[in-house]
């Protein structure tokens, strides 16, 4: 009985971290760089936004880890822009020529022969799906692909 009280109890705690959203699982697991926000970035990374301003903590509790780093300097300020990535699909035509049925490969016997062939394919694409910049730790402008 107890083992199944145990499964039961790991099977529902499992349940709910999965329901948490990604925001949401960020700040629990950095509660102490939530707490360090201003009242209107608090807001705004729970909604998931960003805005001029914001820092780099509250742009990776609204946005995750970017897929991308990149880092410069502009007039002697530090410089930063995070790529995000999603995907799209990309749709291509084969066009090949094959074999079909049992062979008999010594110049005689059975076979049912080759054909010509073509079909599609959707393979899905990395793409820029979000970036932002900052200036000396602070965002000055971001992006949103729509």
């Known amino acids: 009985m ?7 109890s790991f099977a529902t705690l499992l349940l709910v971290s999965c329901a948490t959203n990604p ?3 960020r700040i629990e697991r950095y509660p102490g ?3 360090t926000l201003s009242d209107q970035d608090k807001t705004k990374v729970v909604q998931g936004q960003v805005s001029e301003g ?10 995750g880890r970017p897929n991308r780093m990149m880092s410069g300097s502009q007039s002697g300020k530090s410089r930063e822009r995070w790529l ?17 049925g049992p062979h008999h490969h010594h110049g005689f016997g ?14 899905y694409m990395p793409v820029i799906d979000r970036q932002v910049e900052f200036l000396n730790g602070r965002v000055v402008s971001w992006e949103w692909r729509r």
């Open 2 to 8: 107890r083992f199944l009280l145990t499964v039961v």
């Open 23 to 25: 925001i949401d699982r």
């Open 33 to 35: 760089m939530f707490g």
């Open 54 to 63: 914001m820092s780099t903590d509250a742009v990776f509790l609204a946005w």
């Open 84 to 100: 995000y990535f999603g995907s799209e699909p990309v749709t291509s035509v084969s066009v090949g020529f094959g074999s079909y």
């Open 110 to 123: 059975y076979g049912y022969g080759g054909a010509w062939d073509m079909g599609t394919m959707v393979d």
